[in-house]
């Protein structure tokens, strides 16, 4: 909504104007996939609606085959934040449903993972048609963050969940549609099955009941900029290390065991018939016109495994001691010493960093 000040929950918000020049794009970007995706490790951790992980005994979990079936009886938010083929992407003139991943288009168009952002999304096309001109609010503290900020700092210094924290806990569980009984996820929860970096501070894993917190952060803030400064603060990068989870290959919708047979991914021809020639080129060796992994790769999209040749991720992301702190700039180092030199300098470089210009990491 363009002035989202009436909601209680809302704590401080960012106000656009047309008249003014101060717009953004939210609507048009989301409804065209961006070429942007939310990955299976995101969709995986959402719980069911009887506040089991997927994984547990008797959790009720459809699989995996379509979005649709991923979503069934799951987490709410699992059903606002990412569309599923049912869902209606546009009902101006005519009803309209998402129905297939934009997987092989133009890349500004493109579903990068399969799993497209739904959260920010409305039906106001008025948000849409003009493009980069949106004026909905887009809210910057509510307080969901206050609750999570409360529960997690209570259980760090506590060691328990006091009666405060339980009391947010629980609201935030039953306004997303899940059982309210916390205790009951934390027992069915088994750190090995879950795909989250979060299970990790640096190389020792947190417990069951710290991580659930976790998730929970995880589950409400996708899409509000929280994860990056979240997973830095908790030195969860730390799972990419070997010892750990090690490299981490970001994989998205299920798409080579049914999904891939939809008409979505056939070419079209020069009047704009559908022909039964299929658009998808899979990865292969020195095949530059790829555009999507190679199905023995993986049944699931694996975005940045499409073209091997110049591809720094091909076998994954890893992480260096390093990367949680930014280096100083052998500039700023002589800047700040008396004499101008690197040795005599009052500023300290950041651990694991060189003092030499354009040299990496050192771990």
């Known amino acids: 909504m363009p002035d989202p000040s009436s909601l209680d929950e809302v704590l ?9 020049s101060i717009t953004h794009g939210f609507m048009a970007y ?8 939310m990955t299976k490790s995101y969709v995986d951790a959402f719980l069911m609606e009887n506040g089991l992980p997927i994984y547990a005994a008797n959790s009720g979990y459809k699989g995996d085959l379509t979005i649709d079936l991923q979503k069934e009886g799951r987490d709410g938010r699992l ?11 546009c009902n101006e003139d005519s009803l309209e449903c998402y129905e297939a991943p934009t997987v092989v288009a133009l890349t500004e168009h493109r579903d990068r ?3 497209r952002q739904r959260k920010h999304y409305c039906y106001d096309f008025a948000q849409i048609r003009n493009g980069v001109r949106g004026t909905n609010g887009i809210v910057v503290a509510r307080a969901a963050e206050a609750y999570l900020n409360y529960l997690e700092a209570s259980y760090l210094k506590n060691g328990s969940i006091d009666g405060t924290a339980a009391t947010y806990w629980r609201q935030l569980r039953e306004r997303a ?9 934390i027992a069915a929860t088994d750190l090995s099955k879950e795909p989250d970096w979060a299970v990790y501070s640096g190389s020792e894993k947190v417990d069951p009941t710290l991580y659930n917190i ?8 996708i899409g509000e900029g929280r994860r990056w400064s979240d997973l830095i603060r908790w030195r969860a990068f730390d799972a990419l290390f070997p010892e750990n989870m090690g490299k981490y290959i970001p994989e998205g919708v299920n798409f080579w065991t049914e999904m891939y047979k939809n008409e979505a991914y056939l070419k079209v021809d020069e009047a704009g018939n559908v022909t039964s020639e299929s658009a998808l080129i899979e990865q292969a060796e020195g095949k530059g016109d790829a555009n999507i992994s190679n199905r023995n790769d993986s049944k699931y999209i694996r975005p940045y495994r499409v073209i091997k040749e110049n591809n720094e991720v091909w076998d994954g992301y890893q992480w260096r001691k390093a990367y949680y702190l930014s280096p100083y700039s052998v500039l700023e180092l002589t800047l ?22 354009s040299s990496p990491a050192l771990e």
């Open 30 to 37: 989301i409804m065209e996939g961006g070429n942007n995706g």
């Open 113 to 115: 993972t399969g799993f």
């Open 12 to 20: 401080m918000w960012r106000q656009f104007d047309s008249d003014l």
């Open 79 to 89: 059903q606002l934040f990412v569309f599923g083929e049912s869902t209606v992407l």
């Open 336 to 357: 700040a010493s008396p004499d101008s030199k690197l040795e005599t300098s009052n500023l300290y470089q950041n651990p694991y960093w060189p003092t030499t210009a």
């Open 214 to 221: 976790r998730r929970e952060r995880r589950c409400e803030f």
């Open 177 to 185: 549609g899940i059982d309210s009984d916390f205790s009951k996820t």
